[in-house]
C-alpha cells in the first residue's frame, strides 16, 4: 500500500499504475582552448519524474487532486515499493482521467521534483 501524506491529509490511491524516474548527472566538462579536458565529478541529482495514482472511485481522485494542488512538500511511502519513497514537490503538469481501457477507474498523473 502506498501513501502520500501533505499538508492537509493523506492520499491512499489504490494502487501506484506508474511511477517513472530520472536524474541527472551534476559533473562539469572544462574544455580549455588547448589541452585536453577536465571534469569536475559529483553526485547524481534527485529524481524527477511522472507518478501515476489509480483510484477506483471519482471523488477519491478528484479529492487526491485538489490535495495534491495545494503547494508543499509530499511525503511518498510504499510497503510494497520502498524504494520510491521521497519527499517531493509537484512539479510540470497533473492530469486526471478516467481510465481508457476500464473506464471506471481513474488515474491521476503527477509531475514531481524530489527535494531530499
Known amino acids: 500500500?502506498?501513501?502520500?501524506?501533505t499538508?492537509?491529509?493523506?492520499i491512499t490511491p489504490d494502487l501506484v499504475l506508474g511511477y517513472q524516474a530520472a536524474s541527472d548527472t551534476r559533473n562539469a566538462r572544462h574544455s580549455p582552448l588547448t589541452g585536453p579536458a577536465s571534469f569536475t565529478l559529483r553526485g547524481e541529482g534527485l529524481r524527477a519524474g511522472t507518478l501515476q495514482?489509480?483510484?477506483?472511485i471519482d471523488t477519491a481522485a478528484?479529492?487526491?487532486?485538489?490535495?495534491l494542488a495545494v503547494p508543499?512538500?509530499?511525503t511518498?511511502?510504499?510497503?510494497e515499493e520502498p524504494e520510491i519513497g521521497m519527499k517531493?514537490?509537484?512539479?510540470g503538469q497533473m492530469t486526471i482521467a478516467l481510465d481508457s481501457q476500464l473506464l471506471k477507474k481513474w488515474v491521476v498523473s503527477v509531475g514531481f521534483q524530489e527535494i531530499e
Open 7 to 10: 499538508g492537509s491529509g493523506t
Open 72 to 74: 508543499g512538500v509530499f
Open 88 to 91: 517531493f514537490a509537484r512539479d
Open 53 to 56: 495514482l489509480l483510484f477506483e
Open 76 to 79: 511518498l511511502a510504499s510497503t
Open 1 to 5: 500500500m502506498a501513501t502520500i501524506t
Open 62 to 67: 478528484y479529492a487526491a487532486y485538489a490535495q
